[in-house]
Nanobody
């Protein structure tokens, strides 16, 4: 079993920056994608950014130019660098990995437990 742990959330003023990190409790055999999602309680989880190790990097429109995702599929880590934060970015942010634990099992989706980002003056 692999656990994903997010860190780096907190309270920041509008216009500020935060760096979220995601680390796996043990390494993956292979990773297809690493992503970040966000969710306000009571609302649907929203896609934020994804790094596809065999394709492009994608961002939701509202964060383009402000957020940057990076990932290391050998270390099984991901970072979401967030700048020019706005109050509407306030959410719980979740790390997501689609990958293989070994070469003998199918690809699965893994989620972290989330880290809270609050943007307020």
């Amino acid at each position: 079993q692999v656990e994903l742990v997010e860190s780096g959330g907190g309270l920041v003023q509008p216009g500020g920056s935060l760096r979220l990190s995601c680390a796996a409790s043990k390494g993956f055999h292979s990773i297809a994608t690493m992503s970040w999602y966000r969710q306000v309680p009571g609302k649907q989880r929203e896609f934020v950014a994804m790094i596809d190790f065999h394709g492009p990097i994608n961002y939701t429109e509202s964060v383009k130019g402000r957020f940057t995702i990076s990932g290391d599929n050998v270390q099984s880590t991901s970072v979401l660098q967030m700048t020019s934060l706005k109050p509407e970015d306030t959410d719980v942010y979740y790390c997501n990995v689609n990958g293989w634990i070994t070469d003998r099992v199918p690809m699965r989706t893994y989620w972290g437990k989330g880290t809270l980002v609050a943007v307020s003056s």
